[in-house]
């Protein structure tokens, strides 16, 4: 079956606009989550979907970010605003159903440039 | 705060040689653990993974080690062989990640480029 996929691959935008990545998590996951990997670090923690809520929103860096998923399939994350500092690799992964055991499968990620 | 850490940037081995990967973490709450493994313009891909309770997982090739009291952690791959060639993270899962709940917030080192060599 399909794994998860990210659209689109590769983003460059200038400081300042919006910009939506999109995911698409594997059929019947209802747990989805983002990660956003700066270079030479580890992914870092964004947003917990469980469904259609967001179940922990802890990770966002601040009020520019914002995500959903109104159907409890796809995800859209969204940044308003774009600083320089915004720019790295965006990772979705989805589960199962959320638990800690599921493994977590990542799409490819979608790499954003602000220029 | 780095709650999760790979000291090592890097890690060069022969093929058919013992990889050991070194990954230590600082919060307590942590109770389950992982090894992904990434290759260049890919997402993570889940290897293996430990909980508290045990010591040692063993599949395949792959070994992870738990020590809580020194809250390390390391992987083990035997024999090494060139498509192993990959970043690794470690990454861990608190008890607790809010309310009493447990979901699968994974908490990642910054990676270790392992290189085998043929």
């Known amino acids: 079956g399909a794994g998860v996929s990210q659209t689109p691959s590769n983003k460059v935008t200038e400081k300042g606009k919006y910009v939506e990545l999109r995911c698409d998590p594997i059929?019947?996951?209802?747990?989805l989550y983002w990660y956003r990997q700066s270079l030479g670090q580890g992914p870092e923690f964004l947003i917990y979907?469980?469904?259609?809520?967001?179940?922990?929103d802890s990770g966002l860096p601040n009020d520019r970010f914002f995500a959903v998923r109104p159907e409890g399939s796809v995800s859209t994350l969204k940044i308003q605003r774009t600083e320089r500092g915004d720019s790295a690799v965006y990772l979705c992964?989805?589960?199962?159903?959320?638990?800690?055991?599921?493994?977590?499968?990542f799409g490819p990620g979608t790499r954003l440039t602000v220029l | 705060d780095q709650q999760v850490k790979q000291n090592s940037p890097s890690l060069s081995v022969q093929e058919g040689r013992i990889s050991i990967l070194n990954c230590d973490y600082t919060?307590?709450?942590?109770?389950?653990f992982l090894w992904y493994k990434k290759y260049p313009a890919e997402g993570p891909t889940f290897l293996i993974s430990?909980?508290?309770?045990?010591d040692k997982n063993e599949d395949g090739r792959f070994t992870v080690f738990l020590n809580k009291s020194a809250k390390h952690l390391s992987l083990h791959i035997v024999p090494s062989q060139p498509g192993d060639s990959a970043v690794y993270f470690c990454?861990?899962?608190?008890?607790?990640?809010?309310?009493?709940?447990?979901?699968?917030?994974?908490?990642f080192g910054q990676g270790t480029i392992l290189t085998v060599h043929p």
């Open positions: 992964a989805s589960s199962q159903a959320g638990w800690t055991t599921d493994t977590q499968y």
């Open positions: 059929s019947g996951h209802t747990a």
């Open positions: 979907f469980q469904g259609t809520g967001a179940a922990d």
């Open positions: 919060n307590s709450m942590f109770d389950y």
């Open positions: 430990i909980s508290s309770i045990k």
């Open positions: 990454a861990a899962i608190a008890i607790d990640n809010a309310g009493g709940t447990s979901y699968g917030k994974l908490t």
